[in-house]
């Protein structure tokens, strides 16, 4: 039988793993095809609505579950003193920094001004895109050390 601490954990983890996965596809295969005018702007505008959309679940749903998860298992004495401990602050640390990553990428695709083309939006996309999937890659090296 589950308990909480189960459905809470594969709660946080299925919402890392969306969230970190879906950068790395905006990063490494939507952007490329927008760059290279294979999308339209229309297509573009939705996918960079739909994944701000499971940014803004995955910010809540990770700060929830994350904090039952710390408030459970941690004091506030064993994360500043222990491994494990810090690797979670270091979560927390990547959690905040990412969505303020993402939004200066989704600022490039969404809203396009009628003389930026979708390459040219997609471009100045691409370097904060690029610094999320660090991020993300980061996150997922630390909850792997978990
Ligand atoms: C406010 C933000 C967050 C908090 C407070 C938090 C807290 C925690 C805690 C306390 C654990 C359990 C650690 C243990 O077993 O000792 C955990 C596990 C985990 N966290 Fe987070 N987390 C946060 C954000 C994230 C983010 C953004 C990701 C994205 C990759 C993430 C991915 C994971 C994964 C995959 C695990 C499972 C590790 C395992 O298998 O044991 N967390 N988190």
């Known amino acids: 039988m589950a308990t909480m601490l189960d459905v809470v954990m594969t709660t ?3 919402f890392a793993a969306l969230w970190t996965g879906g950068t790395l ?26 994944f701000s959309y499971l940014t803004i679940a995955s910010v809540l749903l990770l700060l929830f579950t994350g904090g039952h998860l710390a408030g459970t ?3 506030v004495e064993t994360l500043q003193s222990t491994g494990r ?11 905040l920094l990412l969505p303020l990553v993402l939004y200066g990428g989704f600022r490039q695709l ?8 979708v390459a040219t939006a997609a471009s100045e996309a691409r370097p904060w895109f690029l610094i999320a999937s ?6 997922l090296i630390v909850a792997g050390l978990l």
């Open 12 to 14: 946080h983890t299925i």
């Open 25 to 50: 596809l905006v990063a490494g295969a939507v952007l490329p095809a927008a760059r290279r005018e294979l999308l339209g702007e229309k297509a573009l505008a939705l996918i960079g609505r739909r």
């Open 73 to 75: 298992l941690y004091t």
């Open 85 to 95: 401990g810090h690797l979670v602050l270091t979560m927390v640390g990547l959690w």
């Open 110 to 117: 969404t809203g396009l001004p009628p003389e930026k083309s």
């Open 134 to 139: 660090i991020i993300s890659i980061a996150l």
